[in-house]
C-alpha cells in the first residue's frame, strides 16, 4: 500500500525508515474513518440546528471536501501503474485537496472581515461566491496544467504531481497556510484583549483557558497543522513534525467538530434551546395524556 498522507506536502522523496512509513500509512486510512465520522457529525449539527451563518456554511463544506479527498486518496491512489486511472487519481486528488485548502482559506478571509469591516452583501450571494471560490475556482490551475503536463503526473509509485507542475497545489498550499497562521494570530489576539477590556476583571488564568480553547477550536478550519506537513521530510530529524502532521491534519473533521463546533456558543445555545423546546413538548405531551386517561376514567364511573 502506498497511501501516506505526508506526501501531500513534501516536494523530494521520502527518507524515512520503512516501519514509520507503514504505521503513518496506517494512520492514513484510519484518519479517512475517523473524518468521515466527523463529517456526518457535522452535516447532523448543520440540519438538526438549521445553522445558517457563514462561519458555519464554509466549515461543513470544508469538512464534505476534505471527506472526499481523502477517499480519493485512499481509493484512488492505489490505482498504480495504470497510467489513465493513475491521472485521473492524480487530477481527482489535487482538484479535491485544493478545494479544500480553498475553503481553509475562505474560512480565514471569513474571520478578518466578521472582525474588522464587517461582511459585504447578502447571505444567498455570499453562498454564490463562497461556492464559485471553493469549487470552481481550483479547476483553472489543473486543467490547462494537467493537458499540457501529461506524462509528469506519475511520481514514482505515486499517482501525483512531479517537477515544476507541483507548484499548483503547492503553491496555494503555502500562500493560505500562511495567510491562515496571520489569522490565527490575529484572532488569539483579539481573544485575549476582548478579556482586557472587559469592565469586570478576568483572571490571569481564566484568559489563559480561553486563549488555549479559541487556538484548538479557530485551529482546525484554519488548517493549521497543515504548518507541519509542509516541513521538508528528512528522516528522524523532522519526524515528530511528521508525526504530528498524519496523526492530528489527518482526522481534521472529527476535531473540527469536537473542537470548533461543540465549543461553539451558537451551537450551545442552539442545542439548549432545541433541548428545552424538547422537554417542554414532552411535559405537554405526558399532561394531554394523563388528562386523556382522567376522561376516559370518569366516563367510565359516570356510566356505573
Same mark, same amino acid.
Request: aromatic share 16%; glycine share 6%.
Given at each position: 500500500?502506498?497511501?501516506?498522507?505526508?506526501?501531500?506536502?513534501?516536494?523530494?522523496?521520502?527518507?524515512?525508515?520503512?516501519?514509520?512509513?507503514?504505521?503513518?500509512?496506517?494512520?492514513?486510512?484510519?484518519?479517512?474513518?475517523?473524518?468521515?465520522?466527523?463529517?456526518?457529525?457535522?452535516?447532523?449539527?448543520?440540519?438538526?440546528?438549521?445553522?445558517?451563518?457563514?462561519?458555519?456554511?464554509?466549515?461543513? /463544506?470544508?469538512?464534505?471536501?476534505?471527506?472526499?479527498?481523502?477517499?480519493?486518496?485512499?481509493?484512488?491512489?492505489?490505482?498504480?501503474?495504470?497510467?489513465?486511472?493513475?491521472?485521473?487519481?492524480?487530477?481527482?486528488?489535487?482538484?479535491?485537496?485544493?478545494?479544500?485548502?480553498?475553503?481553509?482559506?475562505? %474560512?480565514?478571509?471569513? !474571520?478578518?472581515?466578521? /472582525?474588522?469591516?464587517?461582511?459585504?452583501?447578502?447571505?444567498?450571494?455570499?453562498?454564490?461566491?463562497?461556492?464559485?471560490? =471553493?469549487?470552481?475556482?481550483?479547476?483553472?490551475?489543473?486543467?490547462?496544467?494537467?493537458?499540457?503536463?501529461?506524462?509528469?503526473?506519475?511520481?514514482?509509485?505515486? !499517482?501525483?504531481?512531479?517537477?515544476?507542475? *507541483?507548484?499548483?497545489?503547492?503553491?496555494? @498550499?503555502?500562500?493560505?497556510?500562511?495567510?491562515?497562521?496571520?489569522? *490565527?494570530?490575529?484572532?488569539?489576539?483579539?481573544?485575549?484583549?476582548?478579556?482586557?477590556?472587559?469592565?469586570?476583571?478576568?483572571?490571569?488564568?481564566?484568559?489563559?483557558?480561553? @486563549?488555549?480553547?479559541?487556538?484548538?477550536?479557530? +485551529?482546525?478550519?484554519?488548517?493549521?497543522?497543515?504548518?507541519?506537513?509542509?516541513?521538508?521530510? /528528512?528522516? %528522524?530529524?523532522?519526524?515528530?513534525?511528521?508525526?504530528?502532521?498524519?496523526?492530528? +491534519? =489527518?482526522?481534521?473533521?472529527?476535531?473540527?467538530?469536537?473542537?470548533?463546533?461543540?465549543?461553539?456558543?451558537?451551537?450551545?445555545?442552539?442545542?439548549?434551546?432545541? %433541548?428545552?423546546?424538547?422537554?417542554?413538548?414532552?411535559?405537554?405531551?405526558?399532561?394531554?395524556?394523563?388528562?386523556?386517561? =382522567?376522561?376516559?376514567?370518569?366516563? %367510565?364511573?359516570?356510566?356505573?
Amino acid at each position: 500500500m502506498a497511501v501516506n498522507y505526508l506526501f501531500l506536502g513534501q516536494f523530494g522523496n521520502f527518507t524515512l525508515p520503512d516501519h514509520v512509513a507503514e504505521q503513518m500509512e496506517t494512520i492514513t486510512v484510519m484518519s479517512t474513518g475517523l473524518n468521515f465520522a466527523g463529517t456526518m457529525m457535522i452535516q447532523f449539527t448543520w440540519a438538526y440546528l438549521g445553522l445558517t451563518m457563514d462561519n458555519f456554511f464554509i466549515t461543513g /463544506n470544508l469538512a464534505t471536501t476534505m471527506m472526499a479527498a481523502q477517499l480519493a486518496l485512499t481509493g484512488l491512489e492505489n490505482t498504480y501503474p495504470e497510467v489513465n486511472f493513475c491521472y485521473a487519481s492524480s487530477i481527482a486528488i489535487v482538484y479535491l485537496f485544493t478545494a479544500a485548502i480553498s475553503w481553509m482559506f475562505l %474560512y480565514g478571509f471569513w !474571520c478578518v472581515l466578521h /472582525n474588522t469591516c464587517g461582511l459585504p452583501g447578502s447571505a444567498s450571494t455570499r453562498r454564490i461566491i463562497y461556492a464559485i471560490f =471553493g469549487y470552481a475556482l481550483p479547476w483553472s490551475g489543473i486543467i490547462p496544467v494537467s493537458m499540457m503536463y501529461t506524462k509528469d503526473l506519475i511520481k514514482g509509485r505515486l !499517482c501525483w504531481l512531479r517537477g515544476v507542475i *507541483l507548484w499548483i497545489f503547492m503553491g496555494p @498550499l503555502y500562500f493560505v497556510c500562511a495567510f491562515n497562521f496571520l489569522v *490565527l494570530i490575529f484572532l488569539l489576539i483579539k481573544r485575549w484583549q476582548n478579556d482586557c477590556d472587559k469592565e469586570k476583571r478576568v483572571k490571569f488564568g481564566t484568559k489563559i483557558k480561553r @486563549l488555549i480553547m479559541c487556538f484548538l477550536a479557530e +485551529a482546525q478550519p484554519l488548517g493549521f497543522f497543515w504548518l507541519f506537513g509542509i516541513i521538508p521530510c /528528512n528522516g %528522524y530529524t523532522t519526524l515528530p513534525f511528521s508525526w504530528i502532521f498524519v496523526a492530528i +491534519a =489527518g482526522p481534521q473533521n472529527l476535531f473540527m467538530f469536537f473542537l470548533f463546533y461543540c465549543t461553539h456558543k451558537t451551537v450551545l445555545s442552539l442545542l439548549a434551546s432545541h %433541548y428545552e423546546d424538547t422537554v417542554a413538548a414532552t411535559l405537554k405531551e405526558v399532561q394531554k395524556r394523563k388528562a386523556e386517561r =382522567g376522561n376516559i376514567s370518569s366516563s %367510565y364511573e359516570e356510566s356505573d
